[in-house]
């Protein structure tokens, strides 16, 4: 459990539970159509929430995915989920621990649930797993996103582009 003293609340980050999925595709929701308002590539597809349910299902029993969430007063208020991806053939191989999906109810942002999930991914599964390196993709229009993952020591490396037909 962790104590956040500057605002005085308390939360707890555990691995994510079957029973948990339905409030994770509530906040997963919100974050998609945040994203939605200015990227119409996040547009929900009409079986995207049925999809999305059945990869959390299949994180919370598979070792190479790791599912987090952060509770206040038993409530899920924000989660993450990543997963092992190794890379071989070409270049030297590499695990990376990559980072999916995170994202804290907008109450209870700027409080180091954000911080404190990323560290349990870090050192509870990407750690454990070997991983070369963590990785995560952010839009960049997603100011506060680029500054979080900026502070936590996440550097850019690859710029990824599009053209719409």
């Known amino acids: 459990m962790h104590n956040e003293s500057n605002n005085r609340f308390y939360f707890e980050i555990i691995k994510g539970l079957k029973e948990d999925i339905e409030e994770i595709i509530d906040l997963w ?3 998609i159509n945040w994203h939605a308002e200015f990227e119409k590539d996040f547009i929900l597809d009409s079986e995207g929430k049925t999809n999305f349910k059945f990869v959390l299902e299949t994180a919370t029993n598979d070792i190479t995915q790791a599912l987090y969430v952060a509770k206040f007063e038993k409530k899920v208020v924000g989660f993450l989920y990543g997963y092992i991806r190794t ?3 070409f270049f030297k191989k590499r695990i990376i621990a990559h980072i999916s999906d995170i994202t804290i109810q907008e109450e209870f942002r700027r409080k ?3 911080t404190e999930l990323m560290k349990k991914f870090e050192n509870e599964f990407a750690r ?10 952010v ?3 997603n100011s506060s996103g ?3 993952y900026d502070n936590l020591g996440f550097t850019k490396n690859l710029i990824s582009m599009k053209k719409d037909l």
């Open 29 to 31: 929701i919100q974050t």
């Open 87 to 89: 890379y071989s053939g």
């Open 112 to 114: 180091g649930i954000g």
């Open 128 to 137: 454990n797993n070997n991983a070369n390196c963590m990785s995560l993709n």
């Open 139 to 141: 839009h960049v229009k």
């Open 146 to 148: 680029l500054g979080f």
